[in-house]
């Protein structure tokens, strides 16, 4: 039955029923507030249970929410911990502590500690006498760098870069090596030719007289030679009349470098680099210090034309001429003393024009043209055999002469670090050298305070205008054996600055390896 069909008491009954539901229990009318609800009247639960059962969806929905979120968050918790158990088993004592893994970047092996050294050269190194001091000290068995000021730096050596010719030369051409002067036949009948090499010892003493150059070959002996030669070769006519002077080995325009100081030609120092010469140019042949001349080829054909004549040529004295040979055969030919023997008569008095001759030697025997221009790549590349490090050198000339020289004190010193272990023949510069106190161009030097040097140091002198130089080897007070090399330097320098130089290498000498950079 329907609603509308119910009678109105059962309607009515219903509408107060379903209003009671909404708005909740209410007392009966006239009932006192507080007072049990009357019999007949249905009765809402309160609370947790009430708003249950009002919303059931809502609670219901809510309720699986949080299940969800307690599942998960369980399986979560418990992943973690069977994680950390297989990662972190239980730590265990042990009796010996785990040391802590250092964090730093530690090299492959510990580099000895280096000792300190405490002695001082540097009062020495401040004489004013010294002007701008370049210097490099070396302990010659580990290498080590004891001293150095400015040592990088190329500049002008004087005569100290003719250790460095001594040593090119025994590489490129070897301890034995002799320069050849040869006379051969000329293109025209009664003209023989005289080659130059480069020999400066060739002499023009007779027979059983010695020059400056002990052992030197003889014009005489040549010129023997040749008239017996030429007369045999030309029965009919055995008179040489025409000498030919051929001094092409290099160019001879490329004989005198631009900042080589005239002067020292008529000081008897120097002479014009030619590949022929006599005596090294010398007036007097038995003089290390004696005039030279402006024209040494000149020189040498003047003394040859007396000699053929002395040598019992029929025509006499040949007329003398300029040009070159055309591979005629050879007449005559003397040679030189052997390289070894040429060093040791350079080094100790410093002799220029051997400097000048071995350079230009080596030059041609490496391919190159003997010119000052390849001196750099000649002398550069004989040393490269040491195993030294020759970039940013410059070599102009062999004897040292040359202002725009650039050679460092480091070099320097290195080198003579392999020169004093003798090895591939280089105890021939050692023995040369001038020695402290005792030979040489030292043998008047170390004086004084540095007179406990004397007998100990082994070394190289240089001198310009503008330098005071000494390089070589110390054998010091602790038996350290030291290298060095020192150069003073500035335009009109005095002579002061030589025992300057000795009281410097005395105080190195003194301090053997506790010698400080500071």
């Not at 130059?196 to 150059?213: C, K, V």
């Amino acid at each position: 039955m329907s609603d509308s069909q119910q009678p109105p008491s059962r309607r009515a009954a219903r509408a107060s029923t379903t209003s009671r539901g909404r708005r909740g229990v209410e007392p009966a009318a006239g009932a006192e507030p507080g007072a049990a609800p009357s019999e007949g009247t249905t009765t809402e639960p309160r609370g947790i249970a009430g708003f249950v059962r009002r919303h059931p969806r809502a609670v219901l929905t809510t309720s699986l929410s949080v299940a969800f979120v307690l599942l998960a968050s369980g399986s979560l918790l418990a992943g973690i911990a069977v994680g950390s158990a297989d990662a972190a088993p239980a730590p265990t004592a042990s009796a010996t502590p785990t040391a802590e893994p250092d964090p730093r970047t530690l090299p492959a092996t510990i580099a000895a500690p280096s000792p300190v050294r405490t002695c001082s050269i540097l009062s020495f190194a401040r004489s004013p006498e010294l002007a701008t001091i370049h210097g490099t000290v070396i302990n010659a068995a580990s290498g080590e760098v004891l001293f150095d000021r400015r040592g990088d730096a190329a500049v002008r050596t004087a005569s100290v870069l003719k250790v460095a010719t001594a040593a090119a030369a025994l590489s490129a051409l070897g301890p034995d090596f002799r320069i050849t002067t040869k006379v051969v036949a000329g293109s025209t009948p009664g003209t023989v030719v005289l080659v130059g090499a480069g020999d400066a010892t060739l002499s023009r003493l007779p027979a059983g007289q010695e020059s400056i150059y002990r052992g030197a070959p003889k014009l005489s002996d040549l010129a023997a030679q040749v008239v017996a030669a030429h007369a045999a070769a030309n029965p009919e006519s055995p008179g040489i009349t025409q000498l030919v002077l051929d001094a092409t080995y290099w160019n001879p325009a490329d004989a005198w470098h631009p900042t080589w100081n005239r002067d020292r030609i008529p000081a008897g120092f120097q002479a014009p680099a030619t590949a022929l010469m006599v005596d090294g140019d010398r007036a007097d042949p038995r003089a290390q210090t004696s005039p030279r001349s402006d024209d040494p080829i000149a020189r040498a054909g003047t003394a040859f034309a007396q000699a053929i004549a002395a040598a019992g040529n029929p025509a006499g004295v040949p007329s003398v001429s300029r040009g070159s040979a055309v591979g005629g055969a050879v007449l005559g030919q003397v040679q030189s003393q052997p390289v070894s023997r040429l060093i040791a008569q350079m080094l100790p008095n410093s002799d220029n024009m051997l400097g000048e001759m071995l350079a230009r030697i080596t030059s041609k025997s490496l391919g190159l043209d003997g010119s000052t221009a390849s001196l750099t790549q000649a002398i550069t590349g004989a040393l490269n055999t040491y195993g030294l490090d020759t970039a940013g050198l410059v070599i102009k000339d062999g004897s040292g002469l040359a202002t725009d020289n650039g050679v460092p004190t480091r070099f320097m010193a290195q080198l003579f670090a392999v020169i004093q272990t003798g090895e591939q023949n280089l105890s021939i510069i050692t023995e040369a050298l001038p020695v402290a106190g005792e030979s040489g161009t030292l043998a008047g030097r170390f004086t004084g305070s540095s007179a406990v040097a004397r007998g100990q140091v082994t070394a190289k002198t240089g001198f310009l205008r503008s330098a005071h130089t000494l390089s070589g080897i110390i054998r010091a007070a602790d038996g350290t054996v030291l290298t060095f090399a020192f150069y003073a330097i500035r335009d009109g320098i005095t002579d002061g600055a030589r025992p300057a130089l000795d009281a410097l290498t005395a105080g190195a000498f003194r301090c053997g390896n506790n010698l400080s950079n500071n």
